[in-house]
Structure formats: C-alpha cells, structure tokens
C-alpha cells in the first residue's frame, strides 16, 4: 500500500514569459530557428501558476526584461535556504544580465544576495534536500562554486557529474520529492555519482530516458504533489504507486529552450 504523503505550503518566485523566445543555442535543446508560440507559452506558464495557487502555495513575481529571453527560468537565478540567498553567475554571456534582476529583487524583498566568483546556475544545479545540497557539475556550475556554496551556507554539499548533455543542469536529472527520497534518471550521472545516489537513496524512484526526455525529471513536489510534465506518463505511474499525486502541467513550449516546470519556479525558504 501507498504510504500517506504530507503537502507542505511552499513560497515560489517566477518571472512572466513576455519577452521569451529561442535567440541563441546554449544547449542541445535549442535552435534559433525553432519558432516560439508566445501565446501558447503565456498560456501555459499561467497555467502552472494557477496549479500552484491552486494547491494552496504562494506565488510571487520578478518583472520581466526586454531582451533577456531566458529570464523566466527563474530557478537559476540563485538557490535560497534558510533566507540566504546565494546568487548565480551564468556560464552564457547572453544570459549573465539576468542575475542583477533578480538580485535586486531579493535585495528588495529584504534579502543579503551573496555574489558568487565562480560560474553556479542557482537552483538549476544546486538542490536543496532539507539537509544538505546536491550539486551538479560537469557542463554548466563549477566545483569552486560547490566549494563556495558550502562555506556560504555551512551546509554539506556533495558533488554529482553530469555526463548526457541533455541532462546539463542537475534539475533536468533529479528532482526532490520530500526531505527523505528524490527521483532521478541515473544514466544522466557518472558511474561514481550514480554509486553516491545509490547509497543516499536506496528508494529513490527511478526514471526512464522517455520520461527525462519528456522533462519529467524538471519536476516541482511539495512532498505530495508533483507538478510533473504530463508528456512523463510513466514516472507520473510510478510516483502514483509511492503515495505522491501527480498534477501534470503542460509547459513544452519552453523545452524548446532547454526547459520545463521547475526551470521556471524558484523555491524562497
């Protein structure tokens, strides 16, 4: 029998889709000369917006630039835990801008940004599992930023190497369920990564390539529901099975860019 999950309320900042579009390639997903439907992506964001305020979570919004396409992947603008913000510096020039924006945000909002000196894509590679972070390297954040991270926070950060370019940001292979287990996709790490996630989650739940190529892993849980690609029907299957409910929300316009549902939400703790 499935074991009883307890939701809790979670704190998201997001950054509406007005100026998104495929500009440049920066990974495997993009092509300047995929075309964009601004309105089905509008459409679709709004939509996992409303499935989080839905399911009783708080939403807050970073206006938009001109110019900066992928600003409304607002996960990798800075991880936060225990109101620290550690903030990001991109490994694209084109995306670089985007930090000062959220930065002032945070600032804003009351928030000490840390600026980091070595490349680190926020929550992009940086997942927080409630007792120490998971770090993704191998393609885009550094390991001086994991070292960095670390002393910032003064919490455990362990190193995983990404290996499939698709899989580029640890939040394209792995997502967290709840402060005990996470799902992944183990063909996306390392053979010594994989043996590390082996041992610290004996009963993670698994994931096919079909599913993480279906962004099923870019994955949003409140430790009950899953805001999970609904394209994932066999992940959405098996975290069924392990009591969790998933709520798929439709966001393939944005894997055009390399991005999905926790792409765009940033988590404020």
């Known amino acids: 029998m499935a074991e009883t999950r307890v939701p809790r309320v979670r704190r998201f900042l997001v950054c509406e889709p007005r100026h998104f579009a495929v500009q440049y390639a920066i990974n495997p997903w993009m092509n300047p000369d995929t075309r964009v439907d601004v309105d089905l992506a509008h459409e679709q964001w709004t939509a996992l917006i409303g499935a989080y305020r839905a399911h009783g979570h708080t939403v807050d919004h970073l206006e938009p630039v001109v110019g900066l396409p992928d600003m409304v992947f607002a996960a990798n603008s800075a991880v936060v835990v225990g109101g620290r913000v550690f903030g990001s510096l991109f490994h694209a020039p084109e995306r670089r801008p985007e930090s000062s924006h959220y930065d002032l945000w945070f600032k804003t909002a009351g928030y000490d940004v840390y ?98 190529m279906a962004w099923g892993l870019n994955s949003v849980s409140d430790g009950h529901r899953v805001f ?42």
């Open 115 to 212: 600026r980091p000196g070595s490349v680190v894509e926020g929550e992009g590679d940086l997942v927080w599992t409630g007792r120490y972070l998971l770090a993704g390297t191998g393609f885009r954040t550094t390991r001086e930023a994991h070292r960095e991270a670390q002393e910032f926070f003064g919490h455990p950060v362990i190193s995983l190497t990404l290996v499939d370019p698709y899989f580029y940001h640890l939040d394209t292979a792995l997502f967290v369920l709840d402060d005990e287990n996470v799902c992944y996709y183990p063909e996306a790490f390392s053979s010594g990564s994989r043996e590390v996630l082996g041992r610290l989650y004996p009963d993670a739940v698994l994931a096919t390539r079909d599913d993480a």
């Open 228 to 269: 999970i690609a609904p394209q994932a029907e066999v992940l959405a299957s098996r975290l069924a099975d392990q009591g969790y409910e998933p709520v798929p929300v439709d966001l393939s316009e944005f894997h055009k860019a390399g991005g999905g549902i926790k792409c765009c939400t940033q988590e404020i703790r």
